[in-house]
């Protein structure tokens, strides 16, 4: 007996879903593929200081800061009186692991009930069988769509990094960017991997044909706990202040952290000598992700002059010369892994997001860089903490002071 309003067959007809927003080129094509299989998927937008406004009326302020923001966002959204309460569902993701992005579900019904909306659904994206809706079904080819545009957005996300801070004229990458996504929105039903090279080499060629200056800039890798390493919402517009300081933003797709989920199944297997239906298919489902990985690598290194991603497996190999892979609360081994990929390719800046109440990710990623500095002395890497609380321009300040050191690192070094 399920103690949750479900979202049935017929509310899918007329209902919106609204999901919290985190990464823009994804979720727009994200969103479009949905629509195909009829869910009508919405997003609100809005500032920060909105969402956490919101956010802090309905749960408790020592959550951690994502949760605040994320639930602040659904809220906001229903009183703004841009959606009918009686026609809306909410999505949310459940990890289904130890750390709190379980339990997020729980804590936004709360806030539903305490504002008197009780009557809308929460709809739980999961893959472990934690709750089940019959008006919303992961089908394996929805699924497969799903991975599909996540790597598209993945390749997207990556070369426009390269292109934004050098283009001469403003506004074109974002142009490029924008076209690829309503593009991609209409991906065929069953795409074979030719088609989506095809597609690959048309994106890299049009990310090439921007015109751009071709002067230097300072490299600026963000790694960290994942909703505030790539929601613009969650950490204040990161990229867009690194690019209007002249830096060039590196970080890694979504893919990874697909990667990292899904292996860290087959370690505890390993680990505690489990086996079973369901680490078999964890299994197969990294080297899924890994071949598709490789293609992209693949594509981008024979058609483009762009850097290619380092191959997750070497990604994982350097955390686990460092720390213990068994390490996977919150984004575990995989934030170390992502600050030495980072130092050991050449980009020695590094800013680590950590969100308020984030005790897993303050581990791996604070706790690690005094050992990360002992062993590459020339990294310059910050850890920037996002809370309610904190000032914009406090975190600025501090990164400002990041991107000092990192040019005198470079005025040294060409000396
Ligand atoms: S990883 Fe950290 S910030 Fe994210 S849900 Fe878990 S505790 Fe919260």
């Excluded at 890994?290 to 024979?302: E, N, P, T």
Aim: glycine share 8%; with cysteine.
């Amino acid at each position: 007996m399920q103690n949750y309003k479900v979202f049935t067959k017929e509310m899918k007809k007329d209902y919106t879903i609204i999901a919290p927003t985190m990464l823009p080129i994804h979720f727009g094509i994200i969103k479009e593929v949905l629509r195909q299989y009829g869910y009508k998927l919405d997003f609100y937008e809005g500032t920060t200081e909105q969402m956490l406004k919101e956010g802090l009326k309905s749960v408790h302020n020592d959550l951690c800061y994502p949760a605040i923001i994320v639930i602040g966002q659904l809220m906001a959204a229903l009183k703004s009186g841009e959606f009918d309460p009686d026609k809306t569902a909410l999505m949310i993701t459940q990890t289904g692991g130890g750390c709190r992005a379980s339990n997020y579900i729980h804590l936004l019904r709360k806030a539903l009930k305490k504002s008197g909306y009780e009557q809308v659904p929460v709809i739980s994206v999961n893959a472990s069988g934690l709750e089940r809706h019959p008006g919303f079904k992961l089908t394996p080819a929805l699924l497969g769509k799903c991975l599909i545009a996540m790597w598209y957005g993945d390749l997207i996300m990556w070369v426009s990094n390269q292109c934004k801070p050098y283009e001469l004229n403003k506004g074109d990458t974002q142009k490029v960017s924008d076209h690829w996504v309503s593009y991609l929105a209409d991906i065929s039903s069953t795409p074979k991997f030719l088609q989506i090279k095809r597609q690959y080499k048309a994106i890299l060629r049009d990310f090439e044909a921007i015109p751009k200056h071709h002067v230097e800039k300072i490299k600026v890798g963000i790694v960290g706990e994942i909703y505030v390493k790539y929601s613009p919402l969650g950490n204040n517009h990161l990229e867009d202040f690194l690019i209007r300081e002249g830096a060039e933003v590196v970080m890694a797709g979504v893919g990874d952290f697909m990667m990292y989920c899904l292996s860290n199944r087959e370690i505890d297997a390993r680990l505690y000598g489990r086996c079973g239906i369901g680490v078999l298919t964890c299994k197969l489902g990294y080297h899924y992700l890994h071949h598709a990985q490789r293609k992209m690598i693949k594509c981008i290194k024979r058609f483009s002059h762009f850097k290619a991603p380092t191959d997750f497996e070497k990604v994982k190999k350097l955390a686990s010369d460092f720390m213990g892979l068994g390490v996977k609360m919150g984004e575990g081994w995989l934030l170390t892994a992502e600050m030495l990929e980072l130092v050991e390719s050449g980009v020695q800046n590094v800013i680590c997001t950590q969100p308020f109440g984030c005790l897993p990710n303050h581990i791996v990623g604070k706790g690690m860089m005094r050992k990360i500095k002992e062993i590459y002395p020339e990294s310059n890497i910050v850890a920037i903490d996002y809370d309610p609380s904190s000032a914009k321009v406090n975190q600025e300040n501090r990164i400002k002071l990041m991107l000092a050191n990192g040019m005198q690192n470079i005025h040294l070094k060409n000396a």
